[in-house]
């Protein structure tokens, strides 16, 4: 290999870099956040909810699933303005982000809530446990644990391809690395660095959701 | 034929094809073929592309044709790329090219250029309601830019730092951004302005102050003073009796500037 490696440049382009990581990390926080708590709400409603409400939220996880995520991003930044709705490329990166791992952990969830045992509910109900109480305790908690490496992997995901909204100049990694290599044409050693940093934080999230994890289920497990 | 003559006839005639075009007069050439052979682009609208009929149109094409009328000769277009419209007049394909070729020092050492016959430039563009005359007003506003661009690059460098500087990825990202109101200007070129003024839209781009302006030329043949001189006259009646404006406002939707 006759390659002549050059990272000259990081120092000069160091504020970008970081800029670039602190805003994936805010878009992946964020995302993940209100993106499991509205799969939680749908998976509820898809499982146990009101009978009219279900078809609704089908219809949106499947709208979802079945779209490519760039194609919902320009959707909501360029489609959105058109009918009075305009966001910032933020806003737009976040709401994007959250509607699709919306969409794709309420059926993970799902699978956990239907996964549970009748005879959890009623053994819930006949200690006396209000309907919410039952949900939390006896079906929400048990049924999260059962599917927290799935859930963990798809926020994963969402992270990874949360580079796609560097198409919409929101300055993320990806946006940071392509302007980089923009201005410098060192496009390996960019692509390399932000493939690192990528590495570095998809590892760090795996072990936070997994420290989560034991963290939201060590009661139970105690009890085992 | 005598020997001697024969020999006399064919040291000049080799004395001729050794010099090559510097002593032809292409004009001379042309009036006697009633022919111009004009080499045109076919793949970078609006200046060249094929038409619906299969045919070259453009604002380069229209050019050629009125070089072609004001000579009273029949125009031959020979559609080019831009990697081989300098070759093609170098070895006498073609007596003109008309294909968007903006001046610079390194071409102007192997051809010679007439008077600009077309406006190319980058520019800061926005609707009649935003204000920016110069790169200082634009402090505060957003500008939507494709990324690595020329006009990236120097806005870059002559913006304030307050200016929101919005890279996208390709020209129909940027030219998205500015329709739908994600950005209050564009920094871009004339053609692209063009681009979206052809589509009609709501926000007009007008042109707030250029950045970079590099107009096209007719380039042609070095030692051709007689051709040279000829083609300047045409575009500078053109350009007088309103025939190259009409030329701009159909293919770049714009008048011509004063000065380009």
Request: charged content about 35%.
């Given at each position: 290999m006759t390659y002549s490696f050059d990272f000259s440049w990081i120092g000069e382009y160091l504020p970008v870099l970081l800029k670039g990581v602190g805003i994936t990390v805010e878009l992946i926080l964020v995302g993940a956040f209100f993106g499991v708590a509205l799969g939680t709400l749908c998976a509820w409603i898809r499982a146990l909810g009101p009978l009219w409400l279900r078809p609704v939220v089908g219809a949106y996880v499947e709208m979802i699933r079945n779209t490519p995520f760039l194609i919902q991003l320009f959707f909501i930044f360029f489609g959105l303005p058109s009918l009075g709705f305009r966001m910032s490329e933020l806003q737009a990166a976040n709401l994007a982000m959250i509607v699709n791992l919306g969409a794709y952990s309420c059926e993970i969830i799902r699978a956990g809530i239907q996964a549970t045992p009748r005879g959890q509910f009623e053994a819930g109900a006949s200690l006396a446990m209000s309907p919410i109480q039952t949900f939390w305790h006896v079906v929400l908690i048990p049924s999260l644990q059962r599917i927290w490496p799935a859930l963990s992997s798809q926020i994963v995901i969402v992270m990874l391809g949360s580079a796609a909204v560097s198409q919409i100049a929101a300055e993320d990694l990806t946006f940071a690395a392509n302007f980089i290599q923009s201005r410098n044409f060192r496009a390996f050693e960019a692509y390399l660095v932000s493939t690192v940093i990528y590495l570095f934080l998809a590892i760090v999230l795996r072990q936070l959701l997994r420290g989560a994890g034991a963290l939201l289920f060590a009661k139970r497990r105690a009890a085992q | 034929m005598k020997r001697r003559q024969f020999i006399a006839l064919a040291a000049s005639s080799f004395a001729l094809l050794a010099a090559g075009p510097a002593l032809a007069d292409a004009l001379a050439n042309i009036e006697s073929t009633k022919t111009i052979r004009v080499a045109v682009p076919q793949?970078?609208?609006?200046f060249g592309s094929v038409g619906s009929d299969m045919k070259p149109v453009g604002y380069d094409v229209d050019m050629a044709n009125l070089i072609g009328e004001k000579l009273g000769v029949k125009v031959e277009l020979v559609p080019v790329t831009s990697a081989n419209r300098i070759p093609y007049l170098q070895t006498n394909k073609v007596d003109l090219v008309i294909s968007s070729l903006g001046k610079n020092p390194d071409r102007e050492k192997v051809i010679d250029f007439t008077d600009a016959y077309a406006p190319f430039f980058n520019g800061v563009f926005g609707p009649d309601d935003v204000t920016a005359?110069?790169?200082?007003?634009?402090?505060g506003k957003s500008v939507g830019v494709t990324r690595g661009a020329v006009e990236d690059l120097e806005l870059t460098k002559i913006a304030p730092a307050t200016t929101d500087i919005k890279r996208y990825e390709d020209n129909n990202g940027t030219i998205s951004a500015f329709l739908s109101g994600q950005v209050d200007l564009v920094a871009t070129g004339n053609v692209v302005a063009a681009a979206i003024l052809a589509r009609n839209p709501p926000k007009k781009p007008e042109i707030k102050f250029l950045i970079k302006n590099s107009p096209c030329s007719i380039g042609l043949n070095k030692n051709e003073p007689a051709l040279l001189e000829k083609v300047n006259t045409i575009i500078a009646d053109a350009r007088k009796s309103g025939e190259l404006n009409a030329i701009a406002q159909k293919w770049l939707g714009a008048d011509l500037p004063a000065e380009f």
């Open positions: - | 793949d970078f609208p609006p005359a110069k790169a200082e007003d634009l402090a």
